[in-house]
Each structure stands twice: as structure tokens, then as C-alpha cells.
């Protein structure tokens, strides 16, 4: 029992380190990347709330509301701060084009 349980967990431990969300960035140097402040301060100057950030998939994964009052999650290129993607409740509602 023990065996099958142990081999159960060391399936799992592999998938906790993926990405989680809807969109993957190229990866870019750490010190590259727009720090958490400076794109919240870039956000909010164009009219977002931010709620919450964290790093998902290379991008910066925003929770917030857009300056049209849509409450959504946003992917954010880690050097620019370039809009990539918005999702809304589960539709996506913005992609950049590639």
C-alpha cells in the first residue's frame, strides 16, 4: 500500500512545477524582467486595479480590473509589459496578435 502511494505522490510532484495558467512567455532573463512595482505602476497609470500578480508560464499573471471595469486575469510580457492575453471567467476576451 505504502509502495502505490509513495509512486502516486512522485507522479504528482512533476506537474507542481508546470505552469498553470492559459498563456507561456519565451523564457528571459530573471534580471531582465519588469519588476512586480514597476508594472503595477505601469498598470494602474493606464486605469487597471491591480489585485494580485505572481509569474506564471514566463509571463506575468495579473488579477485585476481593466480601466473598462472587467474583472479578469491578464498575461504580461516580463520585459515590456505588453498585454498578451485576458481572460474572463474562462473566455478569453484579448490575445496580441503573434
Same mark, same amino acid.
Given at each position: 500500500? #505504502? #509502495?502505490?502511494?509513495?509512486?502516486?505522490?512522485? @507522479?504528482?510532484?512533476? !506537474?507542481? %512545477?508546470? %505552469? =498553470?495558467?492559459?498563456?507561456?512567455?519565451?523564457? @528571459?532573463?530573471?534580471?531582465?524582467?519588469? $519588476?512586480?512595482? %514597476?508594472?503595477?505602476?505601469?498598470?494602474?497609470?493606464?486605469?487597471? !486595479?491591480? $489585485? +494580485?500578480? #505572481?509569474?506564471?508560464?514566463?509571463?506575468?499573471?495579473? *488579477?485585476?480590473? =481593466?480601466?473598462?471595469? !472587467? #474583472?479578469?486575469?491578464? *498575461? /504580461?510580457?516580463? =520585459?515590456?509589459?505588453?498585454?498578451?492575453?485576458?481572460? !474572463? +471567467?474562462?473566455?478569453?476576451? /484579448? +490575445?496580441?496578435?503573434?
Amino acid at each position: 500500500m #505504502k #509502495k502505490w502511494m509513495l509512486a502516486g505522490v512522485m @507522479v504528482l510532484i512533476p !506537474q507542481v %512545477a508546470m %505552469a =498553470t495558467g492559459m498563456y507561456e512567455c519565451e523564457p @528571459v532573463a530573471e534580471d531582465q524582467w519588469m $519588476s512586480e512595482a %514597476a508594472l503595477t505602476e505601469k498598470l494602474e497609470g493606464e486605469g487597471w !486595479q491591480v $489585485s +494580485r500578480m #505572481k509569474v506564471d508560464g514566463n509571463c506575468w499573471e495579473v *488579477y485585476g480590473t =481593466t480601466p473598462e471595469g !472587467q #474583472k479578469v486575469e491578464g *498575461y /504580461f510580457h516580463p =520585459t515590456t509589459g505588453e498585454k498578451l492575453l485576458l481572460n !474572463q +471567467r474562462g473566455t478569453i476576451i /484579448f +490575445r496580441a496578435e503573434e
